[in-house]
């Protein structure tokens, strides 16, 4: 059976359709109260994007966890980790399965949303530790927490969904961001590839990764700080805020939610101006 979900947001109605096995007994206020038990890790939602994913999760029940360094994001467990440093990733890892395993849950997602721009400027230029925990956070982590959740949903019977957070910035060069521009590429191809591999599974994990578009964040204010010579695009940022062209991050957080509802094949790389 499949039943029509209606999840209201200030950026009007968007409508997705439930695979239900009768697990879904009340629908109000765009939340939905399920029977079914629902595990969902989001990076970094102490902020911007993933705080906005945090406050508009479309179940009422869902376990929440934070995975970032300052935390405070209401109704969510926090696990403190600063995602740049290597030793930081076992944790998370841990985290996966140690709540799959208490909680035998019979939907899991995770967001892989934490991501950096610092340290903005030319590669021969900036500050040889900051690029390094740039490409740590932004291409490493991405990979090694995604490997790390497949690893704990396997074999599991349960729904399943990983949901990366990529940018326009994986196709387009943006000077003065090569790191950031690299490590979103990386996410789409990893994303392709793992695809492949888990159309082989049975039921296997839906992976995608998603740019959700200029958001009205503090990233974006770091970019709009920026001068022209290091950051040229940054002209075109200061532009866009001045038009009121920035998303406001909680219309595209409630867009990412409705992905887990659509006909989406894993492996698929999409921009949320690609959802209707
Ligand atoms: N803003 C845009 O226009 C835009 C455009 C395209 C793509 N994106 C992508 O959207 C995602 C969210 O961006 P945003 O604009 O919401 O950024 P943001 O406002 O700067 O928030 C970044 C989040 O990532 C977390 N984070 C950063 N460094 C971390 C670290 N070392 N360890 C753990 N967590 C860390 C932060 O948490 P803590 O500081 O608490 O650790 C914060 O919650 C990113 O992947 C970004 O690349 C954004």
Redesign the pocket.
Same mark, same amino acid.
């Given at each position: 059976m499949r039943r029509r979900l209606l999840v209201q947001g200030d950026g009007g109605a968007l409508q997705g359709v439930l695979h239900d096995a009768g697990f879904w007994p009340a629908l109000g206020d765009g939340k939905v109260t399920s029977l079914r038990r629902i595990l969902i890790w989001i990076? %970094? *939602?102490? #902020? %911007? +994007? &993933? #705080?906005a994913l945090a406050a508009t999760i479309p179940f009422e029940n869902a376990e929440l966890v934070d +995975?970032? =360094? =300052? &935390?405070g994001t209401p109704g969510a467990h926090h696990v403190a980790? @600063? +995602? #740049?440093d290597p030793e930081s990733w076992p944790v998370v890892e841990n985290d996966f399965q140690q709540r799959i395993e208490t909680s035998d849950p019979d939907l899991v997602v995770f967001i892989h949303? #934490?991501? $950096?721009l610092t340290p903005l400027g030319s590669a021969d230029r900036v500050d040889t530790a900051e690029y390094t925990r740039n490409v740590l956070?932004n291409s490493a982590s991405a990979q090694v927490l995604g490997h790390s959740f497949l690893r704990a949903v396997a074999g599991r019977e349960c729904e399943q969904h990983l949901i990366m957070? /990529? /940018? %326009?910035a994986a196709i387009r060069p943006h000077e003065g961001e090569a790191s950031y521009c690299a490590g979103?590429a990386g996410i789409d191809q990893w994303v392709r590839t793992v695809g492949l591999e888990q159309r082989r599974r049975s039921p296997g994990c839906r992976v995608i990764s998603v /740019?959700? &578009? *200029? +958001?009205d $964040? @503090?990233?974006?204010a770091e970019l709009r700080a920026c001068s022209p010579d290091e950051v040229p695009e940054s002209t075109r940022f200061r532009e866009m805020e001045a038009l009121g062209r920035l998303s406001k991050?909680e219309n595209v957080a409630r867009i990412i939610w409705s992905l887990l509802d659509r006909d989406l094949e894993t492996g698929s790389v999409l921009h949320v101006h690609d959802v209707t």
């Open positions: 990076s %970094g *939602a102490s #902020a %911007g +994007l &993933g #705080a +995975l970032s =360094r =300052r &935390g980790v @600063d +995602l #740049a949303n #934490a991501g $950096t956070l957070i /990529s /940018s %326009g979103k /740019s959700p &578009g *200029a +958001l $964040t @503090d990233m974006q991050p």
